[in-house]
């Protein structure tokens, strides 16, 4: 079985009524968590129908912004404390069949040195959303958001993986946070989220920390659809907190001297030549 988790903020409320909806259809679906960064709780009219589901727990954080990855974390600990065996971590802006999400917990049955899988994931025009990376240097980071693309579309290629297709299993350090599939086990023995970070390096942070001890894979045999804002890209405001938290992400992994970056990143583009993740079938 497996919980999911949505972390919220003044969402559009139809949109997040239709993922969940979807996740209700999956078999091995226990529970969905929704957790409320909004300064005013849900509209009780819109929401009565779906929240009169045993299955959905809705939790508003008084007004409070908690930020991405100390919201999940609460309903990540309410896994553990179920003894879930697996957590979905997901965007309210994702599209995904309920059959797919059954797959992906067969696959994780079958694979039990699995940390975390993500899914191929494309724009709603059906473009390939290149989420699988290296870990990043501070180069990369700030190169891609203050930089012409055509001055670093090299080096942003190769972080981005490309030169992989896109087309097989890939055991990556760094997934998006978007649509994580966890296993409750990995992320425990992670500490959950890093809750110094509101926004955005949790994902590489929470990854790069599983990765150590478990296969942290990308599975293009499932695909799933996010309309993904960019937000960072095109509010000054977010920019900051970006930038801030990036910050705080290479304060605590080392800005230039990363040595386990280095060799991750190293392990990871050999896979290309090798291609030899296995699994426990």
Same mark, same amino acid.
């Given at each position: 079985?497996?919980?999911?988790?949505?972390?919220?903020? /003044?969402? /559009?409320?139809?949109?997040?009524?239709?993922?969940? /909806?979807?996740?209700?259809?999956?078999?091995?679906?226990?529970?969905?968590?929704?957790?409320?960064?909004?300064?005013?709780?849900?509209?009780?009219?819109?929401?009565?129908?779906?929240?009169?589901?045993?299955?959905?727990?809705?939790?508003?954080?008084?007004?409070?912004?908690?930020?991405?990855?100390?919201?999940?974390?609460?309903?990540?600990?309410?896994?553990?404390?179920?003894?879930?065996?697996?957590?979905?971590?997901?965007?309210?802006?994702?599209?995904?069949?309920?059959?797919?999400?059954?797959?992906?917990?067969?696959?994780?049955?079958?694979?039990?040195?699995?940390?975390?899988?993500?899914?191929?994931?494309?724009?709603?025009?059906?473009?390939? /959303?290149?989420?699988?990376?290296?870990?990043?240097?501070?180069?990369?980071?700030?190169?891609?958001?203050?930089?012409?693309?055509?001055?670093?579309?090299?080096?942003?290629?190769?972080? !981005?993986?490309?030169?992989?297709?896109?087309?097989?299993?890939?055991?990556?350090?760094?997934?998006?946070?978007?649509?994580?599939?966890?296993?409750?086990?990995?992320?425990?023995?992670?500490?959950? #989220?890093?809750?110094?970070?509101?926004?955005?390096?949790?994902?590489?942070?929470?990854?790069?920390?599983?990765?150590?001890?478990?296969?942290?894979?990308?599975?293009?045999?499932?695909?799933?659809?996010?309309?993904?804002?960019?937000?960072?890209?095109?509010?000054?405001?977010?920019?900051?907190?970006?930038?801030?938290?990036?910050?705080?992400?290479?304060?605590?992994?080392?800005?230039?001297?990363?040595? !386990?970056?280095?060799?991750?990143?190293?392990?990871?583009?050999?896979? #290309?030549?090798?291609?030899?993740?296995?699994?426990?079938?």
């Amino acid at each position: 079985m497996f919980n999911a988790s949505i972390v919220l903020y /003044q969402p /559009q409320w139809n949109q997040v009524i239709e993922l969940c /909806q979807t996740l209700l259809h999956a078999q091995s679906l226990r529970a969905v968590f929704l957790i409320d960064n909004s300064a005013a709780p849900a509209d009780t009219e819109l929401t009565k129908n779906l929240f009169s589901s045993r299955k959905i727990h809705y939790i508003w954080n008084n007004g409070h912004n908690l930020g991405y990855g100390k919201a999940h974390n609460i309903a990540i600990r309410e896994s553990v404390w179920q003894k879930t065996k697996y957590h979905l971590v997901l965007n309210s802006d994702i599209k995904v069949r309920a059959e797919d999400l059954d797959w992906l917990h067969t696959f994780m049955e079958h694979n039990s040195n699995v940390g975390s899988v993500m899914p191929r994931v494309e724009y709603p025009n059906g473009e390939t /959303q290149y989420l699988c990376k290296l870990l990043p240097t501070p180069w990369d980071v700030f190169a891609r958001r203050f930089l012409p693309m055509k001055w670093n579309k090299k080096r942003n290629d190769r972080y !981005e993986l490309r030169q992989s297709g896109y087309d097989k299993i890939m055991n990556v350090p760094y997934l998006s946070g978007c649509f994580m599939f966890l296993r409750t086990a990995a992320v425990l023995q992670a500490r959950l #989220f890093d809750e110094r970070y509101f926004l955005y390096p949790e994902d590489i942070d929470l990854t790069r920390t599983i990765h150590r001890d478990w296969l942290t894979l990308y599975v293009p045999d499932v695909t799933i659809i996010h309309d993904h804002a960019r937000a960072s890209y095109k509010n000054l405001k977010m920019t900051w907190v970006h930038t801030v938290n990036m910050c705080k992400y290479f304060n605590k992994w080392g800005w230039f001297f990363d040595r !386990e970056r280095e060799l991750m990143n190293q392990i990871t583009e050999e896979q #290309f030549s090798t291609n030899n993740i296995s699994s426990n079938d």
